[in-house]
């Protein structure tokens, strides 16, 4: 370590000397300055560790000298110890008002100024390797971040390139659909259910890259006229022989007749699907799905919900679930949970780009849920 820096400020020639004298019994590199200004411009240039520092001076007194070395952040931590002829009162609080750490008094004993000196350049000690422990984290953490950021450009790229191969499986799975007539039940089936397998994954592909997008702010709401009708049978359509396939009852009302909508045909879609797809897989074969479109006025807001008669959800999950990567643990009730938990993920921040809001109802475990979509128009 290197040896603790002391500057002793004192316009007498003697005291300098003499302060000198009794620290050069220490290891201590001493240095010295004959007035205010002078102090200053050392402690600017080289920040000791410990300032000895005389009240009355000529120019910049003592007590000045203190207050600016305590103004600057850069300076502030140094400890500064009043050296001191004036015993009075009135002093002391001066010192203290001008930032000073302790006070010694003239004339100076010599045990006295070196446990004020030890002790301080202690907490000094201390103090910077608080400091230097701190901008190791600082730089680690910014290290990490920087990992951080690299990781989630490849990890995007990956999720990125995923798409092109998945989009020519799924239509290459539909045109040999379009020939089901050369196919068994059987074989169909399966080809259906891996058509619907590719859809979910791009499902995630999709609520990956928006999560994403959102998060970097480079996703607004594209809003346009939307026949919220024709949306909704798109979307049946979809999830139809998913349904099918576990003896859902699937269907959708419409409360009241609703007209065009504004809002990003697109975003709101994948919320619904999303909610769909949840509902039919957490949904046990033979159970009962059912989403709704209302208003509540003339100017909205829009409101959808989807319910379901699946496991339900605990009251302490309600808002978790909308967490990124969140899952709650369905194994005692035999449900297997979906990918890698995103989509409700991205309905929120979806939802919430509209200005809306999103949130699940349910009895608890067993009793099933409803997820409700709230838009204002
Ligand atoms: N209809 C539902 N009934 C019961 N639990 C549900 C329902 N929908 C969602 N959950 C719970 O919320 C969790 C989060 O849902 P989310 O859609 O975000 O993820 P996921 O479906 O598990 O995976 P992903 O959507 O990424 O394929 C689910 O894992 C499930 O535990
Ligand atoms: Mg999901």
Redesign the pocket.
């Known amino acids: 370590m290197n040896k603790p820096a002391i500057l002793v400020v004192d316009d007498e020639e003697r005291n300098i000397k003499l302060l000198k004298a009794m620290l050069s019994l220490e290891n201590y590199e001493l240095k010295e300055a004959r007035n205010g200004e002078e102090a200053l411009d050392l402690v600017a240039r080289n920040e000791p560790d410990l300032i000895l520092l005389d009240v009355m001076m000529p120019g910049l007194d003592g007590f000045e000298v203190c207050r600016r070395i305590k103004q600057s952040e850069k300076t502030r931590v140094i400890p500064v110890v009043m050296v001191t002829a004036l015993r009075e009162r009135e002093h002391r609080i001066r010192a203290l008002e001008a930032g000073a750490d302790d006070f010694i008094s003239k004339p100076v004993d010599q045990t006295e100024l070196f446990l004020r000196v030890k002790s301080l350049l202690r907490i000094k000690t201390y103090h910077d390797d608080l400091k230097r422990n701190y901008s190791e984290l600082a730089d680690m953490h910014a290290q990490l971040r920087e990992l951080e950021k690299a990781k989630e450009g490849l990890t995007h790229m990956v999720i990125h390139d995923l798409n092109s191969p998945l989009m020519a499986i799924s239509s290459v799975i539909q045109l040999v659909l379009m020939e089901k007539e050369n196919f068994s039940e059987k074989q169909v089936r399966f080809l259906q259910t891996s058509l619907d397998q590719c859809h ?1 994954l791009n ?2 592909i999709q ?1 990956l890259l928006d999560i994403h997008r959102m998060e970097e702010a480079k996703l607004k709401p594209q809003r346009e006229e939307t026949d919220m009708a024709g949306m909704v049978k798109e979307i049946l359509s979809q999830f139809a022989s998913r349904a099918l396939l576990k003896r859902i009852d699937l269907s959708f009302d419409f409360i009241k007749p609703v007209p065009p909508v504004q809002m990003d045909h697109d975003l709101i879609s994948r919320v619904v699907s ?2 769909l ?3 039919i ?3 046990p074969a033979g159970g009962r799905i059912q989403g709704s479109v209302d208003y509540l006025s003339e100017k909205g807001p829009l409101l959808i919900c ?1 319910r ?1 008669t ?4 605990e009251p302490q ?1 309600h808002e978790r ?2 967490n990124k990567f ?5 194994k005692k009730a035999g ?1 297997t ?11 929120k921040m979806a939802v919430e780009a509209h200005g809306g809001r999103i949130w ?1 109802e ?1 009895g608890g475990q067993g009793k ?2 409803a ?1 409700n979509v709230e838009i204002p128009m």
């Open positions: 979910d499902q995630q609520s999303n909610l797809s949840n509902a897989r957490y949904t989807v379901d699946g496991p339900g959800l999950y679930i909308f969140e899952q709650v643990s369905m449900v949970v979906g990918m890698s938990g995103v989509g409700l993920t991205f309905c699940v349910s099933g849920c997820f």
